[in-house]
T-cell receptor, first 113, second 112 residues
């Protein structure tokens, strides 16, 4: 069972470079999310997509853009990377119902120098 | 505002010891409460949940009871194993929303 797949697993960027983090889920989930994880701060929501065709900002959207390409795929783009974006990024998805659990990918570790 | 506060770590225990990780919340309405666990090199996975006051969530020997009077959802396990070494996150789902809000995480290390 693939679940939620994120690529790449690791990435190093120079300040000002751009990149797209890819995420795909095979559970037919409606909702998808992008979080970043930083030491001592838990997970903070960057963007989410409640359903195909919709996206909304979370707590920390500045410097990021997202695309819900179809029901399976939800990408996160950094247009001009900054050292403050060094973090571990997690994609997650959830099914119908308020209390449906989130299913997470294994994360992308991004370093911006 | 709505928030989740959990016990700071790291916590180091010996095998078969009792584990408690405190979690308190502030929220309007009636949130649902969750514990997620993150094993090394992996994403988070749901450990247990409780959706209303006095509910007890349990899984893999872990338990947590939703206490509205103390706004708490403390995680407990009576006898930990080395395999329980992980980062544990308390999370809250607002009653008028469907986005989880996470605590800072507590790193637990269990030594043989």
């Amino acid at each position: 069972n693939a679940g939620v797949t994120q690529t790449p697993k690791f990435q190093v960027l120079k300040t000002g470079q751009s990149m797209t983090l890819q995420c795909a889920q095979d559970m037919n989930h409606n909702s998808m999310y992008w979080y970043r994880q930083d030491p001592g701060m838990g997970l903070r929501l960057i963007y989410y997509s409640a359903s195909e065709g919709t996206t909304d900002k979370g707590e920390v959207p500045n410097g990021y853009n997202v695309s819900r390409l179809n029901k399976r795929e939800f990408s996160l783009r950094l247009e001009s990377a900054a050292p403050s974006q060094t973090s571990v990024y997690f994609c997650a998805s959830s099914g119908r119902g308020r209390n449906s659990p989130l299913h997470f990918g294994n994360g992308t570790r991004l370093t911006v120098t | 505002g709505n928030s989740v506060t959990q016990m700071e770590g790291p916590v180091t225990l010996s095998e078969e010891a009792f584990l408690t990780i405190n979690c308190t919340y502030t929220a309007t309405g009636y949130p649902s409460l969750f514990w997620y666990v993150q094993y090394p090199g992996e994403g988070l996975q749901l450990l247990l949940k409780a959706t209303k006051a006095d509910d007890k969530g349990s899984n893999k020997g872990f338990e947590a009871t939703y206490r509205k009077e103390t706004t708490s959802f403390h995680l407990e396990k009576g006898s930990v194993q080395v395999s329980d070494s992980a980062v544990y996150f308390c999370a809250l789902l607002y009653s008028n929303d469907y986005k989880l809000s996470f605590g800072a995480g507590t790193t637990v290390t269990v030594r043989a």
